[in-house]
Nanobody
């Protein structure tokens, strides 16, 4: 089992920055590919960013490229999402996820690719 706990969400203004954290515990969690997803009201949960277990490869959905940065500190079993230049369309509950079982994709992007999820942290961006 892997437990994931997100933190760092809040209410900010457009143009501001936030840094989300996801602390993992349980089975050798530092070796898992990790991802961030988000879900806005009335919308499906969508992929935001992913990172390989080494941290060497990072990938993003187009709408956040150049603004968001995913990173990880395996010594602390923590994954981060630095979000800059936030806009109102970034308002959502943000979830981190861990992939324990490889499913064939080197860069997992769908919900079904991930095995464990956190409870989410709310990010609200006001105009």
């Amino acid at each position: 089992q892997v437990q994931l706990v997100e933190s760092g969400g809040g209410l900010v203004q457009a143009g501001d920055s936030l840094r989300l954290s996801c602390a993992a515990s349980g089975r050798t969690s530092s070796t898992y590919p990790m991802g961030w997803f988000r879900q806005a009201p009335g919308k499906e949960r969508e992929f935001v960013a992913g990172i390989t277990w080494t941290g060497n490869i990072k990938y993003y959905t187009d709408s956040v490229k150049g603004r968001f940065t995913i990173s990880r500190d395996n010594a602390k079993n923590t994954v981060f999402l630095q979000m800059n230049s936030l806009n109102t369309e970034d308002t959502a509950v943000y979830y981190c996820a861990a992939q324990m079982y490889y499913r064939g994709s080197a860069y997992p992007r769908t919900m079904s690719d991930y095995d464990y999820w956190g409870q989410g942290t709310q990010v609200t961006v006001s105009s």
